[in-house]
Each structure stands twice: as C-alpha cells, then as structure tokens.
C-alpha cells in the first residue's frame, strides 16, 4: 500500500524535473550556440526596440490600455464556461433524465438563468458598447 503511494510522488517528481530540466536545458544549449557559430548575435538599436506587430513605437512611454479590452475578454470567459458546463450536460442529460428526472434539467435552467442576467446587467450597464457617448 505505502509502495504504490510513494511510487506516485516519484512519478510526480520526475515529471516535474524533466519540467524544469528540458527548458533550462534548450535555453542552455541556444546560448551555447552562439559561441559555436551555430546561432550568431548582432544586437543593435533596432533589434532590442519594442515593436508590437512589426510597428516601431511611436514614443518612449507605453500607451494606456484600453480596459474594454479586459472586460470583454471576462465576458467571452464567463461565456467560455457556460458552454464548458453546458456540452457535457446535453451529452449526457439522456442519462440523467432516467436518474434524476427534472431536478437535472432545474440546476441547468438556473444555471442558464444566472448567466443571462450576468449578460443582461452588462448590456444594460453599456459595457458591451466600444464607444460610449459620455
């Protein structure tokens, strides 16, 4: 019983050697590569500048981001799990029905009910709106 307990923390503990040790180990031999010749470094000026799509930055400073941007990708990650949670109930719900009849079909309704609301709180708080008039 103790030898298949350990046996599983050793399996943990390879993997998460070979977890640290194959990227060290690729970032080793790349930087090793450029005293062979292998892999050549010439830095200059506009190869260590910023750029974000092959466009050279207009200033010194960073730009402001947008928050619209982080709501939106909340939204689509509220909208992510939903359909995560949904697709393996409609495969299964067949199954269910026969075991738990319509108490299955009540969690997802109100599951669904809380995600609408979720939704129709945004929409009416004109956060799904890009430009606002304000």
């Known amino acids: 019983m103790f030898e298949d307990y350990f046996r599983q923390y050793t399996l943990l ?3 998460a050697a070979a977890a640290v040790t194959v990227p060290i180990g690729m970032l080793m031999m790349s930087y090793m590569a450029q005293f062979v010749k292998i ?3 010439h830095p200059t000026a506009v190869k260590e500048s910023a ?3 092959g466009m050279p930055p207009f200033s010194g400073r960073p730009v402001r981001f947008n928050f619209r941007y982080y709501n ?5 990650v509220v909208f992510d799990v939903e359909t995560i949670f ?3 109930w409609a495969v299964k ?6 075991q738990f009849g319509f108490a299955a079909l009540g969690a997802v309704l109100i599951f669904l009910i ?3 609301f979720a939704y129709g709180y945004a929409w009416r708080k004109r956060t799904l709106e890009w430009v606002t008039n304000e």
Request: aromatic share 26%; hydrophobic share 50%; proline share 8%.
């Open 93 to 98: 719900y067949g199954v269910m029905t026969k």
């Open 13 to 15: 503990i390879f993997f």
């Open 39 to 41: 892999r050549p470094s």
């Open 72 to 76: 939106y990708a909340l939204l689509f």
């Open 114 to 116: 809380v995600v609408t």
């Open 51 to 53: 750029y974000e799509g």
């Open 86 to 88: 949904l697709f393996p």
